[in-house]
């Protein structure tokens, strides 16, 4: 496509519920990058792959959160036992190399309520 | 660790007025800095970036300058139009291939 797809665009799950949330990068960008944005605050860090790799997955909050990208393209954002405390939006971005200057292009993003 | 700070929001303004949104940032090492925006209902876009000290970074009639010895990067407009209103974002990349953000500024241009 032409740009970072996000599916679903909005998602609502009980507390304790298991969600998987996709992220489709622009064809060709080999680093790709999830952040989490909270009412009001700035997005913040989660993970980044450089292929099929997770190259720093430092913003992982805790071990509920875990993230694939077995062929190098799509990526899964998988939480377990959601809390109320996740809700929030979940941005994708992917550039073409995980370097400094390299433009990194942001999908709409999936708004995760956990109820 | 690296940080960003931007001014709150709301901004309000007429259209045509002059734009400034404060941004300072605290980094280890030489960051490259960043506005990016998110129109209403899109994703994050980027507006400009400078990556070394003294540069300005431009678009769209924004500009921004990377001072370090005031550790800033503030984004002005001369003259803002009703299609700027949007969330605007500082950010900070310090060597690694992630960013950090600030909390975000809205503007809100009125005709």
């Known amino acids: 496509g032409a740009g970072v797809s996000q599916t679903p665009s909005n998602k609502v799950t009980e507390k304790g519920k298991y969600v998987e949330l996709r992220c489709d990068p622009i064809?060709?960008?080999?680093?790709l990058y999830w952040y989490r944005q909270s009412l009001g605050q700035g997005p913040e860090f989660l993970i980044y792959f450089q292929g099929t790799g997770a190259a720093d997955d430092s913003g992982l909050p805790n071990d509920r959160f875990f993230a694939v990208r077995p062929e190098g393209s799509v990526s899964t954002l998988k939480i377990q036992r959601t809390e109320r405390g996740d809700s929030a939006v979940y941005l994708c971005a992917s550039s073409l190399e995980g370097q400094l200057f390299t433009e990194a292009f942001f999908g709409q993003g999936t708004r995760l309520t956990v109820v | 660790g690296n940080s960003v700070t931007q001014m709150e929001g709301p901004v309000t303004l007429s259209e045509e007025a002059f734009l400034t949104i404060n941004c300072t940032y605290t980094a280890t090492g030489y960051p490259s800095l960043f506005w990016y925006v998110q129109y209403p209902g899109e994703g994050l876009q980027l507006l400009l970036k400078a990556t070394k000290a003294d540069d300005k970074g431009s678009n769209k009639g924004f500009e921004a300058t990377y001072r370090k010895e005031t550790t800033s990067f503030h984004l002005e407009k001369g003259s803002v139009q009703v299609s700027d209103s949007a969330v605007y974002f500082c950010?900070?990349?310090?060597?690694?291939?992630?960013?950090?953000f600030g909390k975000g500024t809205m503007l809100l241009v009125s005709p």
């Open positions: 064809s060709g960008h080999t680093a």
């Open positions: 950010a900070l990349n310090s060597g690694y291939s992630t960013l950090t």
